[in-house]
C-alpha cells in the first residue's frame, strides 16, 4: 500500500454493531480465480472472512454482494467503449466463496459495477438502522469504488478496509485508496476495525 500520506491522528468512530453493516464486494469464484495486487484475492477473502467473523458476533450486518447475469447477458449493461472487460464468465463465476457465503445475512445480487443502482442494498441498510458501512471487495477502483460513492452520496459513514480489498494493479489500488477514498470516507485495516470491536482505539490510515 503506497505510504504517501502520514497515519492520521483522529480515531475511527465506535463502529456500534447496531447501526453497522459489513459490505463485501464481488468476492465470487469467477473474480477471486484472476491475479490481484497489492495483495492476492486469497488474503483478501481471508481479511474478509476475519470481517465478517466478527461482524456477525457482534450483531452487525454482513451483506455479501456479487455481480451475476443470465446465459444471454440481457441484462447486462450494454455501451461502445474504448476498452472493454477481458473477463470471460465460466461455469459457476458467480457463486459467492464458499468460505465467506455462510456469513452474508444479506445477499445483493448486482448487474454492474455499483451495488446500490437497480438492487435493494439501500432498502435493506436503511430499514435495518445501518449507517455506517465497511467496504472491501474487489476490485478496489470498480465494484467497491462504485459502492463507495454511491454510498457517499446517500450520506453514509464510510471505513473503506485497504487490506480487505485488491485490484488488476497496484497502481490501481493505490490510487483509489490514496486519492479517492480518503474523500469519502476512512481508510483503515483489518486489525484496525477487530481492534475497535475489541475496545480499543484505532487509528485511520490516512488524514482526510
Not at 502520514?6 to 463502529?15: M, W
Not at 447501526?19 to 469467477?30: E, K, N
Not at 467496504?135 to 467497491?144: C, K, S
Request: with cysteine; aromatic share 8%; net charge neutral.
Amino acid at each position: 500500500m503506497s505510504k504517501e500520506k502520514p497515519r492520521a491522528d483522529t480515531p475511527l468512530p465506535d463502529l456500534d454493531p447496531r447501526t453497522t453493516a459489513l459490505v463485501l464486494i464481488d468476492l465470487q469464484r469467477g473474480i477471486v480465480a484472476r491475479p490481484c495486487e497489492p495483495r492476492s484475492a486469497a488474503d483478501v477473502v481471508r481479511n474478509g472472512v476475519r470481517l465478517a467473523t466478527a461482524a456477525r458476533e457482534r450483531g452487525a450486518l454482513v451483506v455479501m454482494v456479487h455481480v451475476s447475469f443470465p446465459a444471454d447477458f440481457a441484462n447486462a449493461v450494454k455501451t461502445d467503449v474504448d476498452e472493454k472487460s477481458p473477463f470471460a464468465p465460466s461455469p459457476g463465476w458467480d457463486e459467492l466463496m464458499e468460505e465467506l457465503a455462510p456469513l452474508g445475512d444479506v445477499v445483493i445480487v448486482k448487474r454492474q459495477w455499483g451495488a446500490f443502482y437497480g438492487t435493494n442494498l439501500d432498502l435493506e441498510l436503511r430499514r435495518r438502522g445501518r449507517k455506517t458501512l465497511l467496504l472491501g471487495g474487489i476490485a478496489t477502483n470498480f465494484g467497491v469504488e462504485s459502492t463507495a460513492r454511491d454510498a457517499w452520496e446517500r450520506n453514509y459513514q464510510l471505513l473503506l478496509v485497504e487490506d480487505a480489498m485488491a485490484s488488476f494493479s497496484a497502481e490501481s489500488h493505490a490510487f483509489a485508496t490514496t486519492r479517492i477514498f480518503p474523500r469519502l470516507g476512512r481508510v483503515c485495516s483489518t486489525e484496525d476495525v477487530l481492534k475497535v470491536w475489541q475496545g480499543g482505539a484505532a487509528r485511520s490510515l490516512y488524514s482526510l
